[in-house]
């Protein structure tokens, strides 16, 4: 095995979860496992701010853990158990925050998606079976040797059970009967974006996973209802690996040396205001803007502190697009509120959120569907984006208590506008371009509120800011810029083309 390079205080982490691996019978550096053994689970927690190393750790962790012979679980299929056999699954909160670190090479799915495993038809089975070496090459009536080819091309390439289908000229609709709550527990889990739990969340992946590696930033937002406080923070000391050390990035991020700033107990928001205004002076990537990018918020949400502040923004932004009232235009933005089912529709709300369609999910609104009620709406970051869904759209209006709804169906998925969204809603999310509303930071900062013992304006600051990939804007006043066009999807059309294709080529 060879070692990705390692600052200090990443190698001091490295060596500790390595121990508690080869303790649970996973030799890294032999690349060696035993099979599993019953006894005390176990927990621990890589923490550090951006840019200290985390993703980097995790990644070298997943690329260990599989040369070592564990095997990945992505939710899509799991074959026949064996005794001897150990799992590996690599999970975020947010269908979004799995996305960002598939960009990154890591092989990561939802939470959600791991407690719910899919039925398939007992035919294609026989192709997963395959697909994951338990079985002989099948011979399948409605499927050419050409396809299975370029099945197992795009397995091998990405381990993905329903892309490999795909890429054999399959849909899900094809091969997945249904799905199922998970009753066998699983092996190691490796949690990114842990700040995100709340307590019900960490005690059923405790449940499901004896060795359990949780990835988080202690400058995050805690989850509503947890009084500041993160999952990891009840650990006790030998349990939280703490990365102290800031690596900068290649480009020598301007938007990490602004997040780091804010750990100066003596900066105040006016000091840090003027930091931002010398970045903005000297780097591009920092941005010091007088108005709202209305062409950014179409797929980058501003983000802000104050609902009221979210709901003047996206009124104004339907205004200038000159969004009818009573109806959405392909283009727009939004967040799923959640599914509004009864009990009996139990197994289509499986099915909605394992593809993607949970509470805070970003979606792109792309016409009405077939059926009187439905949406058809492009799931960002999900694998396969595209879907039809009865829909409950609200759309807020400043001063007006109750949201008008252009499509209520009786039951469905309830969505709110996403043009702009809470600080709190963006973790786990990042965009190329993020736009911050300067004066509801400042808001926060007069209110003198703190949470955890920090000043809460600099934990929003802190969230909101490390959300920019690549730049910044910090909006210095409540105006918003005309779209430089009307709104479209063929990025979208694009994304889809390029996701087909990639499954379609897999053979060359």
């Known amino acids: 095995m060879t070692l990705p390079a390692l600052s200090p205080d990443q190698a001091e982490?490295?060596?500790?979860?390595?121990?508690?691996?080869?303790?649970?019978?996973?030799?890294?550096?032999?690349?060696?496992?035993?099979?599993?053994?019953?006894?005390?689970?176990r927990v621990m927690a890589v923490i550090g701010k951006a840019g200290s190393g985390k993703t980097m750790l995790l990644a070298g962790i997943t690329r260990a853990l599989r040369d070592a012979g564990v095997e990945l679980v992505s939710g899509d299929y799991e074959g026949r158990r064996r005794k001897d056999r150990r799992t590996l699954a690599v999970l975020a909160p947010t269908n979004k925050a799995a996305f960002v670190l598939r960009t990154r090479g890591v092989p990561a799915t939802t939470i959600h998606r791991i407690l719910y495993t899919p039925v398939y038809d007992p035919e294609y089975e026989r192709i997963a079976e395959w697909l994951?070496?338990?079985?002989?090459?099948?011979?399948?009536?409605?499927?050419?040797?050409?396809?299975?080819?370029?099945?197992k091309a795009f397995y091998d390439q990405h381990a993905s059970i329903p892309g490999a289908l795909?890429?054999?000229?399959?849909?899900?609709?094809?091969?997945?009967?249904?799905?199922?709550?998970?009753?066998?527990?699983?092996?190691?889990?490796?949690?990114?974006?842990?700040?995100m739990l709340d307590d019900r969340q960490f005690d059923d992946l405790r449940e499901i996973f004896p060795l359990l590696v949780l990835f988080g930033d202690p400058a995050q937002l805690a989850p509503v209802g947890q009084s500041g406080q993160m999952v990891f923070d009840k650990l006790a000391a030998p349990q939280r690996l703490i990365l102290n050390r800031i690596?900068?990035?290649?480009?020598?991020?301007?938007?990490?040396?602004?997040?780091?700033?804010?750990?100066?107990?003596?900066?105040?928001?006016?000091?840090?205001?003027?930091?931002?205004?010398?970045?903005?002076?000297?780097?591009p990537r920092v941005v010091w803007a007088e108005r709202v990018e209305s062409d950014?918020?179409?797929?980058?949400?501003?983000?802000?502190?104050?609902?009221?502040?979210?709901?003047?923004l996206i009124h104004a932004f339907r205004t200038v697009h000159g969004a009818p009232g009573d109806a959405l235009l392909p283009g727009e933005p939004l967040i799923c509120d959640?599914?509004?089912?009864?009990?009996?529709?139990?197994?289509?709300?499986?099915?909605?959120?394992?593809?993607?369609?949970?509470?805070?999910?970003?979606?792109?609104?792309?016409?009405?569907?077939?059926?009187?009620?439905?949406?058809?709406?492009h799931v960002i970051g999900a694998e396969d984006p595209r879907v039809s869904v009865a829909s409950i759209v609200k759309i807020e209006m400043p001063d007006i208590e109750e949201p008008f709804i252009p499509y209520a169906a009786r039951m469905g998925a309830a969505f709110l506008h996403g043009a702009a969204i809470t600080i709190h809603k963006a973790q786990g999310s990042q965009w190329p371009d993020v736009q911050v509303f300067g004066p509801d930071i400042a808001a926060a900062a007069w209110?003198?509120?703190?949470?955890?013992?920090?000043?809460?304006?600099?934990?929003?600051?802190?969230?909101?800011?490390?959300?920019?990939?690549?730049?910044?804007?910090?909006?210095?006043?409540?105006?918003?810029?005309?779209?430089?066009?009307?709104?479209?999807?063929t990025d979208l059309t694009a994304t889809a083309a390029a996701l087909s294709l990639e499954a379609q080529g897999a053979d060359g």
């Open 247 to 283: 690596h900068r990035q290649a480009d020598d991020s301007p938007i990490l040396d602004l997040a780091h700033a804010l750990a100066d107990p003596a900066l105040d928001f006016r000091a840090f205001e003027a930091m931002v205004r010398d970045a903005a002076a000297r780097d």
């Open 338 to 377: 959640g599914l509004e089912l009864p009990l009996k529709h139990r197994k289509k709300r499986i099915d909605l959120e394992a593809r993607g369609l949970i509470k805070g999910a970003q979606v792109v609104y792309l016409g009405p569907g077939s059926k009187p009620g439905f949406s058809r709406l």
């Open 166 to 195: 795909a890429a054999a000229g399959l849909r899900g609709s094809d091969f997945i009967k249904g799905w199922k709550r998970r009753e066998d527990g699983l092996d190691v889990g490796l949690i990114d974006e842990a700040s």
């Open 13 to 41: 982490a490295w060596d500790a979860l390595a121990e508690a691996f080869a303790q649970a019978g996973i030799d890294l550096t032999a690349e060696e496992i035993l099979p599993p053994q019953p006894g005390k689970g």
């Open 132 to 151: 994951a070496g338990e079985g002989t090459r099948p011979k399948i009536e409605s499927l050419t040797d050409e396809a299975l080819d370029r099945a």
């Open 296 to 312: 950014l918020m179409a797929r980058s949400p501003v983000l802000v502190w104050r609902n009221a502040t979210r709901i003047r």
């Open 447 to 489: 209110s003198n509120r703190t949470e955890a013992d920090l000043p809460l304006w600099k934990r929003l600051t802190y969230v909101a800011i490390t959300r920019a990939q690549n730049r910044l804007l910090w909006i210095t006043q409540s105006r918003l810029a005309r779209p430089s066009g009307a709104l479209d999807t």
